[in-house]
């Protein structure tokens, strides 16, 4: 008897029926989960590549009135080369500055008195304290061959916990000015 009130009040065609209509509930479900992530990722990719352009913008903007281009990770303190001038050559290695290259620039291009002070100026341990009281920094000191520079410092990038990771340091011949 039990069987047959089981047939009588589930038969096996409505069984199988439900089971499909189960089936094709989780398969839309899931095709809707996977939909909702593509456009949350297609959203987070394309605020990403807004703000590469906008870091982009800046640093052309900035090519056009500095002389000299370089983006330094204050964690490695490497230094890349954006744009080099007459001063600031990369190394053979490419587009990068070693620190004993960038001593030996400071030596041969800043004028002795100013040379102390231009090393404090770009000691990237410090940028992160200097610049959380001020959006940049900057400093003006005389060539050997008795041309001025002023050179920025600009916060770049920020890591996931939002602490600066990158600045941008810019030279720019500021004779005419000073004069």
Known sequence: ???YNAYVFFPKHQVYVTR???CVIYALLALLIFL????????????????DQKRLRVINALGH?????SLVNLKTEEIEVVKSSNYMKPDQKGDRISKAHQEELI?????EPFQEK????????TVTQRLEERETLSFTAQTVEGRWLTIIIVPQGYDKT????????????????KE
């Open 1 to 3: 008897i039990k069987d």
């Open 20 to 22: 499909n209509t189960i």
């Open 36 to 51: 909702f992530y593509r456009v949350l990722r297609n959203r987070t990719e394309k605020r990403s590549i807004l703000q």
């Open 65 to 69: 009135a500095y002389s000299s281009i």
């Open 107 to 111: 030596q041969q291009v800043i004028t």
């Open 118 to 125: 231009y090393r404090e100026f770009i000691n990237m341990s």
């Open 162 to 177: 939002g602490k600066l990771s990158t600045v941008l340091v810019a030279n720019r011949d500021v004779t005419e000015e």
